[in-house]
């Protein structure tokens, strides 16, 4: 998508406010306007320097108290309010100095100083203290965020352009120095190239706010009740108009389009994802989140969010890791700090982790893709190698069931959910998320994880095996070998079948990586590196235009690599037509035994001791009560969602034998 349809910049939008309103549509004030103004309580010490526009009538102003240079647009209108009502446009009760104020706007009961600020049209400004801007101001734009350690060392800098792809390469890829170096000098040029100043946009409202200084506030915006901000950017638009609520301090921030920052939250060196929100007193520092994030009442420090990653409980603290697709239970906690050298040290959640009430993982750790975490962790686990696991605590050991996640029915429902809850405009999304749970990044992982727990057994005496940090039982590494392989089986199965030509998948490395999110070959992530390094990327409209030919491309050639995966590590030809029967048998197997074991876990929420009710006169009506509130496993809506996703699957295996048949 070009960049010019993703988002109006700031520093765009006051270019085209001034191209609109310039000198030549500007005039000084009449001595009668300058007498009218005078009568109904406004002063200024040099009425000359104040410009007015057409449309400009002077009884609309009262008890306005103008300094510096001033122009202002027509005060003819109304303007809407938050509840429907039309009130007529106009200034009073403020001092404004310094400012270039746009057609119709509501400007009343300013009780410190407006100033310094380009306003666009229609907006509303009333019962504020002061609302300021230095000629100067960056506006949070460069702002550097420690994010993964809190010593520094992997700081992403926020600008407004900024997705998660690129947050993800200055964070991770500390060891490519000359891309670091090109980042950031893509970067510092391209703040720098922006008209320094602060910004009010078109309809953008700002209500009962005590102190803003240095801020840009983007069209149709809400703003309202804030405490404190200082130096940030709130990007908004009439699609995806952002919220920042009562009793909010931020510093140091950039705020995205569609993002609601209410209810007494703090945020510090942040920037704050698109639709995400962040509330009820949370407390976010140097944190960059992507997408859809929901945080509220805990703390997160040091956090690099990665799309749809959730905390909702008070006990909670985040501190000094990276996750995505994430869901945080009450009292999750992390410890970075060792009493030698700080808080140096870091965990790696890869997408999709949970973790259960007072959880606890000592830092570093490293938690492997939709895995479950529970209980405490102090021998700093590395299960990255082995998704969709089950990690516990037994007598204080930390003990992994591998692929333990793989039949659990909240697996599939969270893969549902996040696609219901991208609140984003298509057109408008600037970070490119894949919320799917199997792809190649995932399957690969399986694959591979496969190998090794095989690898690990048969080096290993006795029963447990330690790894990682972390024990397993023989007993169940064989299990999860067997389910490993059936599940990236079936995925191989479904991606060719589907595909109907799978090509060539011409590099020699297979991996793939989730970058920010986005989910492409390991070798595309490299050579996109080179490129920047080498200067051929330079810039960043080209940065971004670059990574939306990755996420295509990636995603062109999903099948190709199914199939190269199908021949190395299943020894199946998609040419050869018995095999792939064959193949679609055990895909069909698969995907009917997957049917069944979700069926089977959703079931235990409707039977023994889960079913409690609240009937008062005997059992018959207890359990008259749940099914009155909770329904019955047959009507209930997520689970029919889930087992309707295994019936496609299914639908689509025996599509495929009888294909072959023919």
Sequence with gaps: MPIDTIFVTFAAAKAKFYNQNDTMQTRKLTADEVSALESNGCRCAHWDSIAVRPGFDARALHGVVFAGRVTVGATTGTVTLDDGLQVPAGISNAMVADCEIGDNCLIRNVGGLLRGYTIGSGVVISGCGSICARPDARCGQGTRVAVL?????????????????????????????????????????????????????????????????????????????????????????????????????????????????????????????????????????????????????????????????????????????????????????????????????????????KTGSGSYVLEPAHIGAFSMVVGHHRSHPDTSRFPFSLLAERDGASILVPAQNLKSIGLFRDGRKWLQRDRRPARLRTDAVDARIFSPLTVGRMIDAADELERLASGSKGDVVMHGGVRMQKLMMTRAVRTYRQTALAWLMRTVALAGSAGTFADDDTRWVDLGGMIVPRSMVARLIGQIESGQIAGIPALLEALERMRAEARECESAWAALMLGRHYGIDPADRAAMHAAATQWLAVAEDLRSSLAADAAKDFGGRLTVGYGHDSDTDADADFAAVRGQLDDNASVADCLAFCDEIIRSAKDFIISLAK
């Design 149 to 353: 350690n809190e010593g520094g060392g992997r700081e992403v800098t926020i600008f407004s352009e900024l997705n998660s792809a690129i947050a993800a390469m200055m964070a991770f890829y500390r060891y490519r120095p000359g891309l670091i170096a090109r980042l950031e000098g893509m970067i510092a040029d391209h703040v720098a190239s922006k008209p320094r100043g602060a910004f009010i946009g078109d309809g953008a409202r700002i209500e009962n706010c005590t102190s803003i200084t240095d801020v840009s506030i983007g069209a149709a915006a809400v703003v309202s009740g804030a405490s404190r901000l200082a130096d940030g950017t709130v990007l908004s638009c009439a699609e995806m108009p952002a919220t920042v609520g009562a009793g909010v301090i931020a510093e140091h921030f950039v705020m995205a389009e569609g993002c609601e920052v209410t209810d007494g939250a703090i945020v510090r060196n942040a920037y704050v994802g698109q639709c995400t929100q962040v509330g009820n007193g949370f407390f976010a520092e140097n944190m960059v989140a992507s997408a859809n994030c929901q945080f509220f009442n805990g703390e997160a420090v040091s956090v690099l969010a990665g799309p749809f990653a959730v905390t909702h409980h008070k006990t909670t603290l985040l501190i000094a890791q990276a996750c995505s697709f994430f869901n945080a239970g009450s009292a999750t906690n992390a410890s970075n700090h060792h009493y030698r050298l700080g808080p140096l040290h870091q965990a790696v959640m890869e997408r999709g982790v």
